[in-house]
Protein backbone atom coordinates (compact mmCIF):
# COMPACT_ATOMS: atom_id res chain seq x y z
CA UNK A 1 0.00 0.00 0.00
CA UNK A 2 1.02 3.36 -0.34
CA UNK A 3 2.98 5.54 1.91
CA UNK A 4 0.69 8.93 2.12
CA UNK A 5 1.72 12.00 4.24
CA UNK A 6 -0.62 14.74 4.59
CA UNK A 7 0.48 18.29 5.84
CA UNK A 8 0.20 17.30 9.46
CA UNK A 9 3.15 15.00 8.67
CA UNK A 10 7.06 15.89 10.10
CA UNK A 11 8.14 14.66 6.53
CA UNK A 12 5.63 16.47 4.89
CA UNK A 13 7.68 19.70 4.17
CA UNK A 14 11.16 18.11 2.78
CA UNK A 15 8.82 15.26 0.91
CA UNK A 16 7.01 18.04 -1.31
CA UNK A 17 10.48 20.11 -2.19
CA UNK A 18 12.59 19.84 -4.92
CA UNK A 19 15.48 21.49 -6.69
CA UNK A 20 13.62 24.57 -7.28
CA UNK A 21 13.19 26.64 -4.82
CA UNK A 22 11.04 29.76 -5.92
CA UNK A 23 7.65 27.83 -5.57
CA UNK A 24 6.59 24.55 -3.86
CA UNK A 25 3.79 22.35 -4.52
CA UNK A 26 0.88 22.83 -1.51
CA UNK A 27 -0.85 19.30 -1.71
CA UNK A 28 -3.86 17.75 0.15
CA UNK A 29 -2.15 14.44 0.07
CA UNK A 30 1.26 13.31 -0.68
CA UNK A 31 2.16 9.49 -2.21
CA UNK A 32 4.97 8.35 -1.96
CA UNK A 33 6.01 5.74 -4.47
CA UNK A 34 8.24 3.23 -4.65
CA UNK A 35 6.58 1.35 -7.31
CA UNK A 36 3.60 1.46 -10.22
CA UNK A 37 1.31 -0.08 -8.38
CA UNK A 38 1.79 3.39 -5.82
CA UNK A 39 1.33 5.71 -8.38
CA UNK A 40 -2.05 3.58 -9.33
CA UNK A 41 -3.50 3.97 -6.05
CA UNK A 42 -2.53 7.93 -6.34
CA UNK A 43 -4.32 8.58 -9.33
CA UNK A 44 -7.29 6.44 -8.36
CA UNK A 45 -7.95 8.44 -5.04
CA UNK A 46 -7.30 11.63 -7.19
CA UNK A 47 -9.86 10.65 -9.84
CA UNK A 48 -12.43 8.92 -6.87
CA UNK A 49 -12.30 12.94 -5.07
CA UNK A 50 -11.79 14.45 -8.51
CA UNK A 51 -8.42 16.22 -7.54
CA UNK A 52 -5.96 17.26 -9.50
CA UNK A 53 -2.08 15.53 -9.66
CA UNK A 54 1.10 16.65 -9.55
CA UNK A 55 4.39 14.56 -9.94
CA UNK A 56 7.78 15.32 -8.84
CA UNK A 57 10.91 13.27 -8.76
CA UNK A 58 14.19 16.20 -8.37
CA UNK A 59 11.90 19.18 -8.61
CA UNK A 60 14.40 21.23 -10.82
CA UNK A 61 11.97 21.81 -14.08
CA UNK A 62 8.85 22.65 -10.98
CA UNK A 63 6.77 24.47 -14.17
CA UNK A 64 2.91 24.95 -11.60
CA UNK A 65 3.30 24.45 -8.04
CA UNK A 66 0.03 22.28 -7.22
CA UNK A 67 -1.80 23.53 -4.30
CA UNK A 68 -4.13 21.08 -3.02
CA UNK A 69 -4.72 18.07 -4.83
CA UNK A 70 -2.45 15.06 -4.71
CA UNK A 71 1.52 14.94 -5.41
CA UNK A 72 2.79 11.61 -5.85
CA UNK A 73 6.67 11.77 -5.71
CA UNK A 74 8.95 9.40 -7.04
CA UNK A 75 12.25 9.94 -6.11
CA UNK A 76 11.89 6.34 -4.48
CA UNK A 77 11.46 4.65 -7.86
CA UNK A 78 15.06 5.05 -9.06
CA UNK A 79 15.63 1.47 -10.45
CA UNK A 80 17.98 0.68 -14.03
CA UNK A 81 17.90 -1.94 -15.73
CA UNK A 82 20.72 -2.35 -18.24
CA UNK A 83 20.40 -4.42 -21.38
CA UNK A 84 24.25 -4.32 -22.90
CA UNK A 85 23.58 -6.62 -26.09
CA UNK A 86 20.40 -4.72 -27.29
CA UNK A 87 21.95 -1.40 -26.27
CA UNK A 88 19.15 -0.60 -24.11
CA UNK A 89 18.35 0.80 -20.26
CA UNK A 90 14.96 0.67 -18.26
CA UNK A 91 14.84 3.57 -16.21
CA UNK A 92 12.08 4.11 -13.52
CA UNK A 93 10.12 7.35 -12.90
CA UNK A 94 12.41 8.85 -10.21
CA UNK A 95 15.93 7.97 -11.74
CA UNK A 96 18.41 11.01 -11.79
CA UNK A 97 20.69 10.78 -14.88
CA UNK A 98 23.60 10.00 -12.56
CA UNK A 99 22.45 6.03 -11.97
CA UNK A 100 21.67 5.79 -15.33
CA UNK A 101 25.25 6.90 -16.37
CA UNK A 102 26.87 4.58 -13.58
CA UNK A 103 24.99 1.91 -14.76
CA UNK A 104 25.72 1.86 -18.39
CA UNK A 105 29.33 2.90 -17.98
CA UNK A 106 31.11 -0.67 -16.95
CA UNK A 107 29.37 -1.58 -20.59
CA UNK A 108 31.19 0.77 -22.50
CA UNK A 109 27.52 2.64 -23.36
CA UNK A 110 26.00 6.06 -22.11
CA UNK A 111 22.63 7.89 -22.00
CA UNK A 112 21.82 10.91 -23.85
CA UNK A 113 22.04 12.89 -20.21
CA UNK A 114 22.21 16.54 -19.83
CA UNK A 115 24.25 18.68 -18.02
CA UNK A 116 23.45 17.70 -14.46
CA UNK A 117 23.56 14.24 -13.79
CA UNK A 118 21.28 15.04 -10.84
CA UNK A 119 18.52 15.68 -12.90
CA UNK A 120 15.53 13.30 -13.29
CA UNK A 121 16.30 11.29 -16.34
CA UNK A 122 12.58 10.36 -16.96
CA UNK A 123 11.17 13.91 -16.64
CA UNK A 124 14.43 15.77 -18.34
CA UNK A 125 13.70 13.09 -21.32
CA UNK A 126 9.78 12.94 -22.22
CA UNK A 127 10.32 16.99 -22.33
CA UNK A 128 12.97 16.86 -24.80
CA UNK A 129 16.59 16.52 -23.58
CA UNK A 130 19.38 18.98 -25.00
CA UNK A 131 21.71 17.03 -23.74
CA UNK A 132 26.08 16.66 -24.07
CA UNK A 133 25.71 14.62 -27.55
CA UNK A 134 22.72 16.36 -28.84
CA UNK A 135 24.02 17.69 -32.30
CA UNK A 136 25.52 14.41 -33.08
CA UNK A 137 22.25 12.48 -31.73
CA UNK A 138 19.23 14.75 -31.91
CA UNK A 139 16.76 14.56 -28.38
CA UNK A 140 17.03 12.18 -25.73
CA UNK A 141 13.09 12.07 -26.73
CA UNK A 142 13.87 10.88 -30.48
CA UNK A 143 15.71 7.60 -28.75
CA UNK A 144 12.98 6.29 -26.38
CA UNK A 145 11.58 2.62 -27.14
CA UNK A 146 8.75 2.12 -24.82
CA UNK A 147 6.83 4.43 -22.12
CA UNK A 148 5.34 2.72 -19.20
CA UNK A 149 2.32 5.36 -18.12
CA UNK A 150 -0.53 5.29 -15.55
CA UNK A 151 -3.51 7.26 -17.25
CA UNK A 152 -6.20 8.92 -15.41
CA UNK A 153 -8.40 6.08 -15.28
CA UNK A 154 -5.54 4.34 -12.91
CA UNK A 155 -4.96 1.73 -15.75
CA UNK A 156 -1.15 0.77 -16.35
CA UNK A 157 -0.82 1.38 -20.18
CA UNK A 158 2.60 0.70 -21.94
CA UNK A 159 3.19 2.65 -24.97
CA UNK A 160 5.14 2.13 -28.17
CA UNK A 161 5.23 3.29 -31.52
CA UNK A 162 3.27 0.40 -32.69
CA UNK A 163 1.08 -0.06 -29.21
CA UNK A 164 -0.56 3.08 -28.10
CA UNK A 165 0.98 5.18 -30.67
CA UNK A 166 -1.14 8.03 -30.10
CA UNK A 167 -0.29 8.41 -26.26
CA UNK A 168 3.20 7.68 -27.21
CA UNK A 169 3.66 10.76 -29.47
CA UNK A 170 1.81 12.63 -26.78
CA UNK A 171 4.35 11.84 -24.22
CA UNK A 172 7.34 13.05 -25.51
CA UNK A 173 6.82 16.15 -25.83
CA UNK A 174 4.26 16.43 -23.81
CA UNK A 175 5.28 15.38 -20.43
CA UNK A 176 2.80 14.96 -17.21
CA UNK A 177 -0.16 15.68 -19.27
CA UNK A 178 -1.49 12.85 -20.33
CA UNK A 179 -0.32 10.58 -16.99
CA UNK A 180 2.51 9.61 -14.57
CA UNK A 181 4.67 7.82 -16.51
CA UNK A 182 6.48 5.12 -14.40
CA UNK A 183 9.41 3.81 -16.78
CA UNK A 184 10.97 4.80 -19.95
CA UNK A 185 13.15 2.30 -22.41
CA UNK A 186 16.31 4.22 -24.17
CA UNK A 187 18.76 3.78 -26.20
CA UNK A 188 22.31 4.07 -25.26
CA UNK A 189 25.20 4.41 -27.05
CA UNK A 190 28.72 3.00 -27.53
CA UNK A 191 30.84 6.23 -25.68
CA UNK A 192 33.20 6.09 -22.79
CA UNK A 193 34.81 9.50 -22.94
CA UNK A 194 34.26 12.86 -24.46
CA UNK A 195 36.74 15.26 -25.26
CA UNK A 196 35.33 17.57 -22.43
CA UNK A 197 35.10 20.49 -20.20
CA UNK A 198 35.38 24.43 -19.81
CA UNK A 199 37.60 27.28 -21.01
CA UNK A 200 36.90 30.48 -18.58
CA UNK A 201 37.91 33.85 -19.95
CA UNK A 202 37.79 37.62 -18.14
CA UNK A 203 34.59 39.57 -19.56
CA UNK A 204 32.46 39.16 -22.25
CA UNK A 205 33.99 39.67 -25.74
CA UNK A 206 34.90 35.71 -25.29
CA UNK A 207 30.96 34.78 -26.14
CA UNK A 208 31.76 36.65 -29.39
CA UNK A 209 34.79 34.19 -30.34
CA UNK A 210 32.71 31.32 -29.46
CA UNK A 211 30.02 32.53 -31.85
CA UNK A 212 32.66 32.50 -34.62
CA UNK A 213 34.02 29.30 -33.61
CA UNK A 214 30.59 27.50 -34.05
CA UNK A 215 29.88 28.09 -37.35
CA UNK A 216 32.16 25.69 -38.43
CA UNK A 217 32.64 22.79 -35.48
CA UNK A 218 31.11 19.18 -36.54
CA UNK A 219 28.28 17.41 -35.13
CA UNK A 220 30.16 15.49 -33.00
CA UNK A 221 30.83 18.85 -30.79
CA UNK A 222 28.06 20.13 -28.33
CA UNK A 223 29.46 23.31 -27.22
CA UNK A 224 27.78 26.23 -25.09
CA UNK A 225 28.94 29.49 -23.47
CA UNK A 226 27.57 31.53 -20.18
CA UNK A 227 28.81 34.76 -18.67
CA UNK A 228 28.41 34.08 -15.09
CA UNK A 229 29.44 37.06 -12.27
CA UNK A 230 31.38 35.08 -9.60
CA UNK A 231 31.08 36.17 -6.08
CA UNK A 232 34.15 37.04 -3.90
CA UNK A 233 33.44 33.09 -1.68
CA UNK A 234 36.44 30.42 -0.87
CA UNK A 235 34.41 28.16 -2.69
CA UNK A 236 35.05 29.70 -5.89
CA UNK A 237 38.40 28.74 -7.77
CA UNK A 238 41.06 31.75 -6.89
CA UNK A 239 41.36 32.90 -10.49
CA UNK A 240 37.52 33.58 -10.80
CA UNK A 241 36.80 35.12 -7.58
CA UNK A 242 34.99 38.52 -7.82
CA UNK A 243 34.92 38.58 -12.01
CA UNK A 244 32.27 38.31 -14.54
CA UNK A 245 33.48 35.52 -16.77
CA UNK A 246 32.93 33.55 -19.85
CA UNK A 247 32.86 30.17 -19.52
CA UNK A 248 32.98 28.44 -22.63
CA UNK A 249 31.92 24.43 -22.41
CA UNK A 250 33.03 21.52 -24.91
CA UNK A 251 31.49 18.12 -25.26
CA UNK A 252 33.53 16.81 -28.14
CA UNK A 253 32.12 12.67 -28.96
CA UNK A 254 35.20 11.98 -31.19
CA UNK A 255 39.11 11.13 -30.85
CA UNK A 256 41.08 13.16 -28.03
CA UNK A 257 43.36 14.49 -30.90
CA UNK A 258 40.88 15.72 -32.95
CA UNK A 259 39.06 17.55 -30.14
CA UNK A 260 42.15 19.10 -29.42
CA UNK A 261 42.43 20.57 -32.88
CA UNK A 262 38.50 22.05 -32.87
CA UNK A 263 39.20 23.86 -30.09
CA UNK A 264 42.44 25.41 -30.48
CA UNK A 265 41.00 28.79 -31.99
CA UNK A 266 39.71 29.41 -28.55
CA UNK A 267 42.57 28.66 -26.81
CA UNK A 268 44.19 31.07 -29.26
CA UNK A 269 41.49 34.04 -27.86
CA UNK A 270 43.41 36.02 -25.89
CA UNK A 271 44.28 35.22 -22.13
CA UNK A 272 42.33 32.23 -20.35
CA UNK A 273 41.70 32.48 -16.88
CA UNK A 274 41.05 28.67 -16.50
CA UNK A 275 41.25 25.53 -19.08
CA UNK A 276 39.60 22.38 -17.83
CA UNK A 277 39.54 20.75 -21.21
CA UNK A 278 40.70 17.12 -21.99
CA UNK A 279 39.61 13.79 -22.79
CA UNK A 280 37.28 12.39 -20.00
CA UNK A 281 35.73 9.36 -19.12
CA UNK A 282 31.62 9.77 -19.59
CA UNK A 283 31.13 9.20 -15.89
CA UNK A 284 32.98 12.74 -15.21
CA UNK A 285 30.57 14.50 -17.43
CA UNK A 286 28.90 16.87 -15.08
CA UNK A 287 32.30 18.84 -14.66
CA UNK A 288 31.50 20.55 -18.23
CA UNK A 289 28.86 22.15 -16.92
CA UNK A 290 29.52 21.61 -13.55
CA UNK A 291 25.82 22.97 -12.29
CA UNK A 292 25.34 23.65 -8.94
CA UNK A 293 23.84 20.66 -6.87
CA UNK A 294 22.29 22.17 -3.86
CA UNK A 295 18.91 23.44 -4.14
CA UNK A 296 18.04 27.09 -5.40
CA UNK A 297 15.32 29.62 -5.83
CA UNK A 298 15.77 31.00 -9.50
CA UNK A 299 13.75 32.06 -12.77
CA UNK A 300 15.23 30.88 -16.06
CA UNK A 301 13.42 32.92 -19.51
CA UNK A 302 15.11 32.00 -23.12
CA UNK A 303 14.59 32.92 -26.88
CA UNK A 304 15.38 30.08 -29.57
CA UNK A 305 17.39 31.87 -32.16
CA UNK A 306 17.39 31.20 -35.95
CA UNK A 307 21.00 32.56 -35.94
CA UNK A 308 22.84 34.81 -33.72
CA UNK A 309 24.63 37.97 -35.46
CA UNK A 310 27.35 40.10 -32.59
CA UNK A 311 24.44 41.99 -32.16
CA UNK A 312 22.19 39.49 -30.57
CA UNK A 313 25.03 38.83 -28.21
CA UNK A 314 25.59 42.23 -27.47
CA UNK A 315 21.72 41.87 -26.07
CA UNK A 316 23.47 40.65 -22.91
CA UNK A 317 26.39 42.84 -22.49
CA UNK A 318 25.19 45.08 -19.78
CA UNK A 319 23.45 42.26 -17.23
CA UNK A 320 25.57 42.05 -14.95
CA UNK A 321 23.98 40.82 -12.10
CA UNK A 322 22.86 37.51 -13.89
CA UNK A 323 23.69 34.58 -15.94
CA UNK A 324 23.36 34.79 -19.50
CA UNK A 325 23.60 31.19 -21.30
CA UNK A 326 23.51 30.41 -25.14
CA UNK A 327 23.24 27.05 -26.58
CA UNK A 328 24.52 25.88 -29.74
CA UNK A 329 21.48 23.57 -31.44
CA UNK A 330 21.46 22.73 -34.81
CA UNK A 331 22.89 19.16 -36.34
CA UNK A 332 20.74 16.17 -35.51
CA UNK A 333 18.28 18.21 -32.88
CA UNK A 334 17.07 20.19 -36.83
CA UNK A 335 16.36 16.91 -38.28
CA UNK A 336 13.11 14.98 -38.11
CA UNK A 337 13.09 11.98 -35.31
CA UNK A 338 13.02 8.47 -36.79
CA UNK A 339 10.12 7.64 -34.42
CA UNK A 340 7.66 10.82 -34.53
CA UNK A 341 6.97 12.58 -31.17
CA UNK A 342 5.69 16.02 -30.62
CA UNK A 343 8.97 17.53 -29.86
CA UNK A 344 8.99 21.12 -31.91
CA UNK A 345 10.81 24.39 -33.03
CA UNK A 346 13.64 21.74 -34.88
CA UNK A 347 14.19 25.08 -36.65
CA UNK A 348 16.68 27.24 -33.90
CA UNK A 349 20.02 27.44 -34.01
CA UNK A 350 20.47 28.60 -30.71
CA UNK A 351 18.54 28.78 -27.30
CA UNK A 352 19.68 31.52 -26.01
CA UNK A 353 18.86 31.93 -22.02
CA UNK A 354 18.65 34.50 -18.35
CA UNK A 355 18.92 32.88 -15.58
CA UNK A 356 18.57 34.62 -11.96
CA UNK A 357 18.90 34.48 -8.36
CA UNK A 358 15.72 34.38 -6.48
CA UNK A 359 12.04 33.83 -6.52
CA UNK A 360 11.04 37.42 -8.00
CA UNK A 361 11.37 37.80 -11.99
CA UNK A 362 13.83 40.68 -12.51
CA UNK A 363 13.33 43.00 -15.54
CA UNK A 364 16.01 41.53 -17.68
CA UNK A 365 14.06 38.75 -18.24
CA UNK A 366 11.66 40.82 -20.44
CA UNK A 367 14.06 42.68 -22.22
CA UNK A 368 16.70 40.72 -23.44
CA UNK A 369 13.22 38.90 -24.66
CA UNK A 370 12.77 42.05 -26.64
CA UNK A 371 16.24 42.95 -27.62
CA UNK A 372 16.33 38.91 -29.31
CA UNK A 373 13.21 39.35 -31.41
CA UNK A 374 14.59 40.41 -34.49
CA UNK A 375 16.24 36.78 -34.73
CA UNK A 376 13.82 34.94 -32.29
CA UNK A 377 12.02 31.62 -34.18
CA UNK A 378 8.96 32.50 -32.01
CA UNK A 379 9.35 29.47 -30.18
CA UNK A 380 10.09 27.54 -27.01
CA UNK A 381 12.17 24.86 -25.41
CA UNK A 382 9.60 22.97 -22.47
CA UNK A 383 12.23 21.78 -20.36
CA UNK A 384 14.09 25.22 -20.05
CA UNK A 385 10.48 26.63 -18.91
CA UNK A 386 10.30 26.86 -15.33
CA UNK A 387 8.49 29.06 -12.78
CA UNK A 388 7.30 32.32 -13.86
CA UNK A 389 7.60 31.99 -17.56
CA UNK A 390 5.76 28.45 -17.65
CA UNK A 391 2.80 30.13 -18.76
CA UNK A 392 0.54 28.35 -20.96
CA UNK A 393 0.96 30.91 -23.53
CA UNK A 394 4.91 29.69 -23.56
CA UNK A 395 3.82 26.11 -23.33
CA UNK A 396 1.90 26.44 -26.47
CA UNK A 397 4.86 27.65 -28.70
CA UNK A 398 7.43 24.49 -27.49
CA UNK A 399 5.32 22.74 -30.03
CA UNK A 400 4.33 22.94 -34.05
CA UNK A 401 0.88 24.16 -34.15
CA UNK A 402 -0.23 21.35 -35.90
CA UNK A 403 1.29 19.31 -33.17
CA UNK A 404 -0.65 21.38 -30.12
CA UNK A 405 -3.73 21.15 -31.70
CA UNK A 406 -3.22 17.01 -31.88
CA UNK A 407 -1.87 17.66 -28.35
CA UNK A 408 -4.60 19.36 -27.49
CA UNK A 409 -7.56 16.54 -28.85
CA UNK A 410 -5.45 13.61 -27.45
CA UNK A 411 -5.44 15.30 -23.63
CA UNK A 412 -9.15 15.46 -24.34
CA UNK A 413 -8.94 11.89 -25.25
CA UNK A 414 -6.57 10.74 -22.55
CA UNK A 415 -7.78 13.07 -19.79
CA UNK A 416 -11.01 15.16 -20.40
CA UNK A 417 -11.50 16.13 -16.73
CA UNK A 418 -7.39 17.69 -16.63
CA UNK A 419 -6.52 15.42 -13.64
CA UNK A 420 -2.89 16.07 -14.84
CA UNK A 421 -2.92 19.98 -14.78
CA UNK A 422 -0.01 20.69 -12.08
CA UNK A 423 2.63 20.22 -14.89
CA UNK A 424 3.60 22.30 -18.51
CA UNK A 425 -0.26 22.52 -19.19
CA UNK A 426 -1.94 21.75 -22.52
CA UNK A 427 -6.04 22.27 -21.60
CA UNK A 428 -8.50 19.78 -22.94
CA UNK A 429 -10.99 21.21 -25.44
Known amino acids: ?91 EAGTPWSRVIEAAAPHGLAPLSGAAPAVGALSYTLGGGIGLMAREHGYAADHVRAIEVVTADAELVLATPDKEPDLFWALLGGRGNFGVATGLEIALFPVTTLYGGALFFDGFDAVHAWREWVANVPEEMTSSVAVIPFPDAPFVPEPLRARRATHIRIAYAGPAEEGERLIEPLRAYGPRLMDKVEEIPYTRSDIIHNDPTDPVASQSSHSLLRELPPQAVEAARSLTGTIVEIRHLGGALSRPPVTPNAIGNRNASFLYGVVSRGSEVPPEHAQTEAALRPWSTGGKALNFLFAAHATEENVKKAFEPAAYERLRDLKTTYDPADLFRHTHHIPPR
Request: proline share 3%; hydrophobic share 45%; aromatic share 4%.
Open 1 to 91: MAHTITADSDQYDSERTGFQLSARHRPDVIFAAEDAADVRAAVSHASAHNLPVAVQATGHGLAVAGDGGVLVTTGRMNGVRVDPAARIAWI
